[in-house]
């Protein structure tokens, strides 16, 4: 008898030409007679925005939902809010790739078939990724809530002027950044904001953090790579008073001399890797690396 899975699904509501998947998905998932529960904001797009006839098991709102997997159907910023919904819950995210890039989502829609199998089959590993949290001194609510997956960046706001972000780790001083901003990084995140930077790119399971300046005053600023174990005190000031924290690429405006702490959290992200995908080949194939054949 076939093991009877329960799904939840999350879908990009931007994406209209691409938004065909959720029908191949959800057929599929059916032939294993799979329970299926759809986030009503991606819901409402495809059924009332798309205008497709989806039957699924049920609709959820907000971190509502109780299943063995979790889907995120778009590109690595869906899997971002995804990741952010599914929280501590310790379910595992498949990542179907209807966006560009797909570092972390990496299963194309002619795949789908092919994984979703690979589930019933056990043919997959679960990979394990670390999660950042940021408290702030004056409480500030935080759109996307205090947890990271790729990246926390203090960074000015607008066209203001640099600012001062005064670091310490655990407690020793370590310099103030001068810059248009700070980018605190998990390796799953090094690929992203940071790299465009001038971060390293950080394999996973390192271990680490990486503090990346954005565009800093001085040439003499570098990226310093820390334990993830590190405690990160950071004191903000702008002549400007305006200054935002990005946590995962959601902002919220932060108070002039707000300070800010940022520590690994006591929970991780599961993200399902099919066996033949390996960290060193994607990063190659999605970096291009090695196509100029001069």
């Known amino acids: 008898m076939t093991q009877k899975n329960r799904f939840a699904i999350f879908g990009n509501v931007y994406q209209r030409k691409k938004s065909q998947a959720i029908f191949k998905l959800i057929a599929i998932l059916q032939q294993y007679d799979a329970e299926i529960y759809v986030d009503r904001p991606f819901y409402e797009f495809i059924t009332e925005g798309q205008h497709m006839d989806v039957k699924v098991d049920g609709i959820f709102d907000g971190e509502?939902?109780?299943?063995?997997y979790a889907i995120s159907m778009g590109g690595d910023g869906t899997l971002l809010k995804t990741a952010a919904r599914v929280h501590s819950k310790d379910i595992p995210i498949i990542g179907i790739n209807i966006g560009r890039l797909g570092f972390?989502?990496?299963?194309?829609?002619s795949e789908i078939e092919t994984a979703i199998s690979d589930i019933y089959a056990g043919n997959y590993r679960v990979d394990e990724h670390?999660?950042?949290?940021?408290?702030?001194?004056?409480?500030?609510?935080?759109e996307s809530g205090p947890f990271a997956l790729n990246d926390i960046a203090i960074l000015k706001r607008d066209n203001a002027s640099m600012i001062s972000i005064r670091a310490s780790i655990n407690g020793e001083y370590v310099t103030t950044y001068q810059a248009d901003g700070l980018i605190v990084t998990t390796p799953t995140g090094s690929t992203a904001y940071n790299l465009s930077n001038g971060g390293p790119i950080i394999a996973p399971g390192t271990g680490t953090l990486c503090l990346t300046a954005v565009a800093p005053h001085s040439l003499n600023i570098r990226p310093i790579v820390v334990p993830d174990t590190s405690v990160i005190s950071l004191k903000v000031e702008s002549r400007s008073h305006s200054v935002l924290v990005a946590v995962d690429g959601k902002s919220t405006s932060l108070h002039d001399g707000t300070e800010v702490r940022i520590s690994k959290a006591k929970h991780t992200v599961r993200i399902i890797r099919f066996s033949d995908r390996k960290y060193y080949s994607t990063l190659r194939e999605k970096m291009m690396w090695g196509l100029d054949q001069r």
């Open 130 to 142: 670390s999660v950042i949290k940021i408290e702030t001194s004056d409480e500030v609510k935080l």
């Open 104 to 109: 972390l989502a990496d299963v194309a829609p």
């Open 64 to 68: 509502d939902f109780n299943v063995d």
